[in-house]
């Protein structure tokens, strides 16, 4: 069983940053893709960013586009996305997963941007 424990949420004002961090209980990532997404209240679970593993490519949700940025840790089973000019709108709960999102998910971390 897989866990996901993702960390580095908080509270900040508008034009902030932030670095989230997902931690993968396992000893390999055993998946090609890692994906970084996002619930706010009332709204469905979105993506947000996505990393290929091997060759390092990455995609951005056309929403923070510019302003955010996923990467990875191979060695350390780890995944981080840095936020810079966080808006009010980022405001959400933050979850990590496969791209394909087929591991159960963690707990998340919330972000909370204020005006």
């Known amino acids: 069983q897989v866990q996901l424990v993702e960390s580095g949420g908080g509270l900040v004002q508008a034009g902030g940053s932030l670095r989230l961090s997902c931690a993968v209980s396992?000893?390999?990532?055993?998946?090609?893709?890692m994906g970084w997404f996002r619930q706010a209240p009332g709204k469905e679970r979105e993506y947000v960013a996505g990393?290929?593993?091997?060759?390092?490519?990455?995609y951005y949700a056309d929403s923070v586009k510019g302003r955010f940025t996923i990467s990875r840790n191979n060695a350390q089973n780890t995944v981080y996305l840095q936020m810079n000019n966080l808006k009010p709108e980022d405001t959400a709960v933050y979850y990590c997963?496969?791209?394909?999102?087929?591991?159960?998910w963690g707990r998340g971390t919330q972000v909370t941007v204020s005006s």
């Open positions: 997963n496969t791209a394909s999102r087929t591991w159960d």
């Open positions: 990393i290929n593993l091997l060759s390092g490519n990455t």
């Open positions: 396992r000893r390999t990532f055993s998946t090609s893709a």
